[in-house]
């Protein structure tokens, strides 16, 4: 007995994926962090908003939780970063490499005349670490320091007349940043981020110490 041939289904299209729904990746998260970090150091987000939002980045899971987190930001390099007097600065490299200072059961030092990069990591484990950016030279607008002590220290020394900002946590330990604002809109600014652990992370002024002149320094040093 023939069986009666039953006529076949059409398959359903898949439906596409809107971009909203698509899985982030750490360097979508990476990107966003990058941008709260600069929205901090231009006074957009006080420290407990940053500390929020980016906590927000990395429990997200798709690239629509992400937006909605600058949404009210502008994108790095736009139109507050155009406004600055050209040629006060070098080029910005916030993704070249980093300076890495590191003293375990020991002493690092960074201070005198030195220019100083985008990014610079510091990490004192049962050791101490000195940045002293007071005779320092800045390429960029904004500096970025990552502190990391465990049960060791990292001191960080700025000019009296920069911008100073941070966000971080002592765990049984000690983070403090002296929050600096400076008169000048076109002042260095400097972000030390980080925490430490049975340990000490401190970032403030250095009295008596101040950037002079700090467009002609630049421009005779960069030659």
Same mark, same amino acid.
């Given at each position: 007995m023939d069986?009666? *041939?039953? %006529?076949?289904? =059409?398959?359903?299209p898949v439906a596409p994926v809107e971009p909203a729904g698509i899985r982030a990746s750490d360097a979508d998260r990476d990107r966003i962090a990058d941008i709260l970090r600069e929205a901090m150091a231009e006074g957009r987000l006080t420290a407990d908003e940053h500390a929020e939002r980016v906590d927000a980045v990395y429990r997200a899971k798709t690239v629509g939780e992400l937006e909605p987190l600058?949404? /009210?930001l502008p994108a790095p390099g736009g139109a507050a970063r155009a406004a600055a007097a050209p040629g006060a600065y070098g080029h910005?490299? =916030?993704t070249g490499p980093a300076e890495n200072l590191v003293a375990i059961f020991s002493s690092s030092t960074r201070k005198g005349r030195w220019r100083v990069g985008s990014r610079t990591n510091a990490f004192a484990l049962f050791g101490s670490v000195e940045v002293d950016l007071t005779e320092a030279l800045f390429g960029q607008r904004l500096t970025v320091i990552n502190a990391t002590s465990?049960?060791?220290?990292? /001191?960080? *020394?700025? %000019?009296?007349n920069i911008s100073l900002r941070g966000s971080g946590t002592g765990v049984f330990g000690n983070f403090e940043v002296a929050t600096l604002e400076? @008169? /000048? =809109?076109? @002042? =260095? #600014? #400097? &972000? &030390?981020?980080g925490y430490s652990v049975f340990g000490s992370v401190e970032a403030k002024p250095k009295r008596g110490k101040f950037i002079a002149d700090l467009q002609d320094r630049l421009r005779k040093?960069?030659?």
């Amino acid at each position: 007995m023939d069986l009666e *041939k039953q %006529p076949q289904q =059409p398959q359903q299209p898949v439906a596409p994926v809107e971009p909203a729904g698509i899985r982030a990746s750490d360097a979508d998260r990476d990107r966003i962090a990058d941008i709260l970090r600069e929205a901090m150091a231009e006074g957009r987000l006080t420290a407990d908003e940053h500390a929020e939002r980016v906590d927000a980045v990395y429990r997200a899971k798709t690239v629509g939780e992400l937006e909605p987190l600058v949404r /009210d930001l502008p994108a790095p390099g736009g139109a507050a970063r155009a406004a600055a007097a050209p040629g006060a600065y070098g080029h910005e490299s =916030p993704t070249g490499p980093a300076e890495n200072l590191v003293a375990i059961f020991s002493s690092s030092t960074r201070k005198g005349r030195w220019r100083v990069g985008s990014r610079t990591n510091a990490f004192a484990l049962f050791g101490s670490v000195e940045v002293d950016l007071t005779e320092a030279l800045f390429g960029q607008r904004l500096t970025v320091i990552n502190a990391t002590s465990i049960f060791g220290s990292v /001191d960080v *020394k700025v %000019p009296e007349n920069i911008s100073l900002r941070g966000s971080g946590t002592g765990v049984f330990g000690n983070f403090e940043v002296a929050t600096l604002e400076s @008169a /000048d =809109p076109e @002042a =260095p #600014v #400097v &972000v &030390v981020n980080g925490y430490s652990v049975f340990g000490s992370v401190e970032a403030k002024p250095k009295r008596g110490k101040f950037i002079a002149d700090l467009q002609d320094r630049l421009r005779k040093y960069l030659g």
